[in-house]
């Protein structure tokens, strides 16, 4: 297939990588010249805005930020889908809200294209290895043409039926247990350095025990290890659980440990830490209580 991405970061470069592995015709667009770079010296075809993709693309993979930038890479002045031949698939992989997905969905529709509601969970690691799991909605004839991307870029796509934001909803729900989880995890380990703890002997301890979990399985070595390098960082969090906070809202639906997530990932971008490793909300317990964390190794 002759295949877009859209945004070659921690997720779309492995997304992409694994696509051109598998004989895919790729082109990444992409703004930074180093990650372009990057790519083009696997084999991949590189471009600078979405304008100047290919116009006879089979399927556009978006790996944007929010909503407003996957509008703004299809429909914006300088999006694709204007220049490009009617029918390919549209996969918008970016965590958005559910009625955001629902008007992108009629948008593309109506601009005779076909979309797959298709956030993914994984991380930068899951991406890398193609080992994603998709939160999939669209119709038959979309996941019909996706096919070949997403048994590329996954090994477990969830089909949550024909409606656009189905998926997105799914989504918002894990991206509510993640934030949650990562915040809680951050706090555990703090109290425990407070009380006295050795941190690598908490990890092992609990990891072992039944107050563990796959974020905190996950996100304490880079605490550990003191590297704030982001997989993903804390800013994804603040968005993503306002989110999940706005539907609540709309919902009239009460998230107390959302909320209070939310308050902890605002408190760490507030103190300079946005663009860290989103495990690094820790450093509001650093800022709070004058804990040691752990100095990179």
């Given at each position: 297939?002759?295949?877009?991405?859209?945004?070659?970061?921690?997720?779309?470069?492995?997304?992409?990588?694994?696509?051109?592995?598998?004989?895919?015709?790729?082109?990444?667009?992409?703004?930074?010249?180093?990650?372009?770079?990057?790519?083009?010296?696997?084999?991949?075809?590189?471009?600078?805005?979405?304008?100047?993709?290919?116009?006879?693309?089979?399927?556009?993979?978006?790996?944007?930020?929010?909503?407003?930038?996957?509008?703004?890479?299809?429909?914006?002045?300088?999006?694709?889908?204007?220049?490009?031949?009617?029918?390919?698939?549209?996969?918008?992989?970016?965590?958005?809200?559910?009625?955001?997905?629902k008007a992108l969905g009629r948008k593309i529709e109506d601009a005779g294209f076909l979309m797959v509601d298709s956030p993914v969970s994984g991380g930068a690691s899951g991406a890398k290895a193609g080992t994603m799991t998709v939160m999939g909605s669209g119709s038959d004839a979309a996941f019909a043409k996706a096919g070949p991307v997403l048994d590329a870029i996954s090994t477990k796509v969830w089909r949550l039926g024909d409606e656009i934001g189905v998926g997105s909803t799914v989504k918002m729900v894990n991206q509510l247990l993640a934030g949650v989880h990562i915040a809680t995890a951050a706090e555990a380990l703090a109290l425990g350095i407070r009380a006295g703890a050795d941190p690598e002997t908490l990890y092992k301890v609990i990891s072992e025990s039944a107050g563990s979990s796959w974020m905190w399985q996950n996100r304490v070595p880079h605490i550990l290890a003191g590297d704030d390098t982001p997989s993903s960082a804390v800013n994804i969090f603040v968005k993503?659980?306002?989110?999940?906070?706005?539907?609540?809202?709309?919902?009239?639906?009460?998230?107390?440990?959302?909320?209070?997530?939310?308050?902890?990932?605002?408190?760490?971008?507030?103190?300079?830490?946005?663009?860290?490793?989103?495990s690094f909300v820790i450093r509001?317990?650093?800022?709070?209580?004058?804990?040691?964390?752990?100095?990179?190794?």
């Open positions: 297939m002759k295949v877009g991405v859209i945004g070659l970061g921690n997720m779309g470069m492995g997304a992409a990588l694994n696509l051109l592995h598998k004989q895919h015709d790729v082109t990444g667009c992409e703004l930074r010249e180093e990650t372009r770079a990057a790519f083009a010296a696997e084999g991949g075809k590189v471009v600078v805005s979405p304008d100047a993709l290919p116009t006879d693309l089979d399927a556009v993979v978006v790996f944007v930020i929010n909503a407003a930038q996957t509008e703004q890479v299809l429909f914006g002045e300088k999006g694709c889908l204007a220049r490009m031949d009617k029918g390919a698939v549209i996969l918008c992989c970016a965590t958005i809200a559910p009625e955001a997905a993503d659980l306002g989110i999940v906070l706005d539907q609540a809202r709309a919902l009239t639906f009460p998230l107390p440990m959302a909320a209070a997530a939310h308050q902890l990932f605002l408190a760490a971008a507030a103190n300079g830490q946005g663009l860290k490793d989103d509001v317990w650093e800022q709070l209580t004058g804990i040691e964390l752990p100095e990179k190794k």
